[in-house]
């Protein structure tokens, strides 16, 4: 409710297609994974010649099927980074990229298998994933909770966000600091390289404290 008032207030359009995305959603059963596409993206990318890295997300999304090979996965992406030149946010001269054949042919393979959802540019990509957590699907009831989740997030209805998003612009505008720090432990998993001792490294914002992390 308070992402969906959050979206009115932002831009008409953008609430819509949020409810469209809601729609969607109950359409299907609940997915195991969620991507955050960009953050995944740019994740150690901070050098000249850094990009938005289709790669990393499918290395991301190979890590997951060698984790769970069953695991319902949805990736998000923009809608500006769907285009042949797309934005480069990060601290690189060139402030686009054009997109390679070996790039559209990953997203290509991303729509065939049904894993991508492309979130419209009035609202922050972030609220669309932050949406998929907690929005109704085709969800069984709710079985024994996990260790350190509330009885009413049973395992099948836990969707987890792999990001490396601290959220520091959005915790304050949406939830109670202790309501918002339970969903983030709860359904957030940060992910990273394996250093050569066996220690993870997260992004360069330094990652998140939540759920878990996928080493890549």
């Known amino acids: ?14 609430y819509h297609q949020l409810l469209d995305f809601c729609a969607w959603l109950r359409t299907r059963p609940p997915f195991d994974y ?19 890295s289709f790669e990393q997300i499918e290395s991301v999304l190979q ?35 054009r997109v ?12 065939d298998q049904g894993l991508l959802y492309a979130c419209a540019p009035e609202l922050y990509d ?15 009831e709710p079985v024994d909770a996990p260790l350190g989740l509330p009885p009413e997030l049973g395992a099948s209805a836990v969707t987890r966000v792999v990001t490396n998003d601290a959220m520091r612009d959005h915790w304050c505008d949406l939830l109670p600091t202790l309501a918002f720090q339970r969903w983030k432990h709860s359904q957030i998993l940060a992910f990273g390289h394996e250093s050569a001792e066996g220690e993870g ?4 914002e330094g990652g998140v404290e939540g759920g878990g992390f996928l080493f890549l």
């Open 34 to 52: 969620v991507l955050d596409g960009p953050n995944i993206a740019y994740y150690s990318q901070n050098y000249a010649g850094g990009r938005f």
């Open 100 to 111: 390679t054949e070996a790039d559209q042919a990953l997203v290509q393979s991303w729509r």
């Open 63 to 97: 890590a997951l099927r060698a984790k769970e090979p069953d695991a319902s996965i949805l990736l998000l992406l923009p809608q500006k980074y769907l285009r042949v030149e797309i934005p480069n946010h990060t601290t690189s001269a060139a402030a686009k990229t």
């Open 126 to 140: 972030d609220w669309y994933w932050m949406f998929a957590t907690v929005a109704e699907t085709q969800a069984d």
């Open 201 to 204: 490294i997260s992004s360069d």
């Open 1 to 14: 409710d308070v992402l969906l008032s959050r979206a009115a207030q932002r831009s008409a359009n953008g």
